[in-house]
C-alpha cells in the first residue's frame, strides 16, 4: 500500500486515531476524549499521522514532554494498521518523530511489552540501556528503552 503523506495529527483525524489505536492495542484503550486532551490542549505533545493514497489513516506515533522532567520527551506510542504492515512505514514514522523532537529535547525513552518483541527495533534509531521496568496491570513486563539525543554544534 502506497503512501501518501506523513504529518503532523490534525483533528479531523481524531476518530481514526481513537479507533485504530483500540484495534490495535485492546488491552490498552483510551478513549477519544483522551487523544484530544493529549494531542491538542496542551503543549510539549507530538503527533505524526500517515495516510495511504484514499486519505486513511495508515499508522500512527505520539509522544509528550514529561512534566516535571523539563528535558525528556516519552514516546507513548506506535502503530501500524495490519493491512499496511511490512513496508516500512513504522521506520518512516520513527524517523519523523524524532527528527521533529530532537529539537526540543536531550532525552527520549519509552515502554513497550513482553509480548512486542521489539528491542531490536528500537535499537537501530539508537535506543539503548534496555532494562525490565515494572510490569503492565496484567503482570506482562514493561520493557524500558532511552535515546540520547546528540544536539548538533551550532557554530
Ligand atoms: C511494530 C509495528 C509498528 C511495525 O510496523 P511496520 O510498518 O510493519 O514496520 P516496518 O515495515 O517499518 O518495519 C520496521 C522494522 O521493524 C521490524 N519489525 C516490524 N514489526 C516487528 C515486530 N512486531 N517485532 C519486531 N520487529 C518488527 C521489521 O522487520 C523492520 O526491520 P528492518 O527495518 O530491519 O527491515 C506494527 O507491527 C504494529 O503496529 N504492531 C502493533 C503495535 C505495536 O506493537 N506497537 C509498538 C509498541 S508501542
Given at each position: 500500500?502506497?503512501?501518501?503523506?506523513?504529518?503532523?495529527?490534525?483533528?479531523?483525524?481524531?476518530?481514526?486515531?481513537?479507533?485504530?489505536?483500540?484495534?490495535?492495542?485492546?488491552?490498552?484503550?483510551?478513549?477519544?476524549?483522551?487523544?484530544?486532551?493529549?494531542?491538542?490542549?496542551?503543549?510539549?505533545?507530538?503527533?505524526?499521522?500517515?495516510?495511504?493514497?484514499?486519505?486513511?489513516?495508515?499508522?500512527?506515533?505520539?509522544?509528550?514532554?514529561?512534566?516535571?522532567?523539563?528535558?525528556?520527551?516519552?514516546?507513548s506510542?506506535?502503530?501500524?494498521?495490519?493491512?499496511c504492515?511490512?513496508?516500512g512505514?513504522?521506520?518512516?514514522?520513527?524517523?519523523?518523530?524524532?527528527?521533529?523532537?530532537?529539537?526540543?529535547?536531550?532525552?527520549?525513552?519509552?515502554?513497550?511489552r513482553?509480548?512486542?518483541?521489539?528491542q531490536?527495533?528500537?535499537?537501530?534509531f539508537?535506543?539503548?540501556?534496555?532494562?525490565?521496568?515494572?510490569?503492565?496491570?496484567?503482570?506482562?513486563?514493561?520493557?524500558?528503552?532511552?535515546?540520547?539525543?546528540?544536539?548538533?554544534?551550532?557554530?
Amino acid at each position: 500500500m502506497k503512501i501518501k503523506s506523513i504529518g503532523s495529527a490534525t483533528k479531523r483525524q481524531l476518530d481514526a486515531i481513537f479507533e485504530t489505536y483500540n484495534k490495535t492495542f485492546p488491552k490498552s484503550p483510551w478513549s477519544r476524549s483522551y487523544f484530544d486532551s493529549f494531542l491538542f490542549s496542551s503543549k510539549g505533545r507530538a503527533g505524526f499521522f500517515m495516510l495511504n493514497r484514499n486519505n486513511n489513516l495508515c499508522g500512527f506515533i505520539l509522544g509528550k514532554k514529561q512534566a516535571g522532567a523539563s528535558d525528556e520527551f516519552n514516546l507513548s506510542a506506535l502503530w501500524v494498521n495490519k493491512n499496511c504492515r511490512s513496508k516500512g512505514h513504522a521506520n518512516a514514522l520513527m524517523e519523523k518523530f524524532i527528527s521533529e523532537t530532537s529539537k526540543k529535547t536531550e532525552k527520549m525513552y519509552l515502554h513497550f511489552r513482553d509480548s512486542n518483541n521489539l528491542q531490536a527495533f528500537y535499537s537501530k534509531f539508537g535506543f539503548i540501556n534496555h532494562r525490565i521496568d515494572g510490569q503492565y496491570k496484567n503482570g506482562e513486563p514493561k520493557h524500558y528503552m532511552e535515546l540520547k539525543i546528540r544536539r548538533k554544534s551550532l557554530s
